[in-house]
């Protein structure tokens, strides 16, 4: 079995010029986590069309970034290591980003965020990379600190990597004693390939946790948004992430006096990375 990259160095090393270039280069590497951000985005569930502002913990080079970008939120990045934090400058990304390591505590007023997302950087956490490491204590750090500068409607969603039940069990016990609720929805529980962790956070209000993918009570789900998506098409908007759905958001930005590019036969095609 392949070595976990947490357990190889602390992240702010592993993670250096050389594989933060390797990482942010690789097509399929970009598809999945842009694919787990798209996921993580909708399990915010954040009302439809209004810009937010949110927080990527763990941001890297900023291609969970380039999904809040991309629906049109302004957003504001963390992560330990400098080398993906310069890619993530090279990329131009539109975030701010903030070197910083989160088991020290988010350094934002209250309530500033209307929601956070974190991909594949929570495991990091539950390692102890220096005798001084507590995971629990870094934990708990982390987690008070988030819930404060969240508003108290907001989510946080992480999708993470957990080594075994034990770290599961830490992390969500750190979790509820900083204030969340809430708890994890695994999407394709039985696949070994497909299935992903998502631990979904809340900080007030009563909303239900949400429905995982890949299940019984999914696949009811999906027929239901087919439908939905119908009755959209024909109430006459453009379905998300089609040309015309594109043309109409370029339209939206040029009108908000946004630097846009121009339209081109080649807007809105079929990618398969993001470069
Ligand atoms: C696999 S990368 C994911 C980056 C990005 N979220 C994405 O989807 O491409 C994990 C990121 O978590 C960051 N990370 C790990 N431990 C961290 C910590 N203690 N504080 C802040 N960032 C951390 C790493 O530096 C790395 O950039």
């Not at 330990?80 to 505590?105: F, H, N, P, W, Y």
């Not at 993470?160 to 750190?174: D, G, K, L, R, W």
Request: charge should be positive; charged fraction near 30%; hydrophobic fraction near 35%.
């Amino acid at each position: 079995m392949a070595r976990r990259p947490e357990h190889a160095a602390p992240p702010e090393i592993f993670y250096n010029d050389d594989e933060a270039n390797k990482y942010s280069t690789n097509s399929r590497i970009i598809e999945i986590q842009v694919e787990m951000a798209e996921r993580a985005l909708e399990l915010l569930a954040l009302e439809e069309e209004e810009c937010k502002l949110i927080l990527d913990i763990g941001c890297g080079s900023g291609l969970s970034g380039s999904v809040l970008e991309d629906n049109d939120h302004v957003w504001i990045g963390v992560d330990i290591a400098a080398s993906m934090l310069k890619v993530a400058v090279d990329r131009e990304v539109s975030g701010d980003l903030l070197l910083t390591d989160m088991g020290q505590g988010m350094p934002f007023k209250p309530g500033t965020f209307d929601g956070a997302i974190s991909i594949s950087a929570l495991q990091w956490l539950c390692n102890a990379d220096k005798s001084s490491h507590n995971p629990h204590k870094r934990l708990y750090k982390f987690f008070s600190t988030l819930f404060s500068c969240l508003t108290r409607t907001a989510r946080a969603v992480f999708q993470f990597y957990p080594e075994n039940a034990e770290q599961i069990e830490m992390v969500t016990s750190q979790a509820m004693k900083a204030g969340f609720y809430g708890g994890l929805v695994v999407d394709y529980p039985n696949s070994t390939k497909a299935k992903k962790y998502f631990l979904v956070l809340m900080t007030g209000g009563a909303a239900p946790m949400p429905k995982a993918l890949g299940t019984e009570e999914d696949e009811k789900r999906i027929r239901y948004i087919k439908k939905r998506e119908m009755c959209r098409e024909a109430r006459g908007k453009p379905l998300k992430k089609s040309r015309d759905w594109i043309l109409a958001k370029k339209e939206r930005r040029r009108r908000q006096g946004q630097e846009t590019r121009p339209d081109t036969k080649y807007t809105g095609r079929k990618r398969s990375g993001r470069f």
